[in-house]
């Protein structure tokens, strides 16, 4: 069974930080390259950041500098570590492999991520 728990997310002001985590089952975890995506109201989902299994990652043109990607493998655990928060990062954050699987499953609750001006 296929597990995505998502959290870490919350209000923030501008110009502050938050760590967003995400659990997965260890079936999909370690082999897998992941990745954090974001939904805002009205907007198509997108992929802010990946990471594979060893390691190297991507980021989105507009995250680049202000978040990081990690891994704990021993965990099963992925994290988004944001910094220089800014209104428009407001949405919710969700994890899954990268690229993605569209199956309800892969997808978790998300963690609502808020940013005030």
């Known amino acids: 069974q296929v597990q995505l728990v998502e959290s870490g997310g919350g209000l923030v002001q501008a110009g502050g930080s938050l760590r967003l985590s995400c659990a997965a089952s260890g079936s999909i975890f370690r082999i897998n390259a992941m990745g954090w995506y974001r939904q805002a109201p009205g907007k198509q989902r997108e992929l802010v950041a990946s990471i594979t299994d060893d390691g190297s990652t991507n980021y989105a043109e507009s995250v680049k500098g202000r978040f990081i990607i990690s891994r704990d493998n021993a965990k099963n655990t992925v994290y988004l570590q944001m910094n220089s928060l800014k209104p428009e990062d407001t949405a919710t954050y969700y994890c899954?492999?990268?690229?993605?699987?569209?199956?309800?499953?892969?997808w978790g609750q998300g963690t609502q991520v808020t940013v005030s001006s």
């Open positions: 899954n492999l990268f690229p993605p699987v569209y199956e309800d499953d892969y």
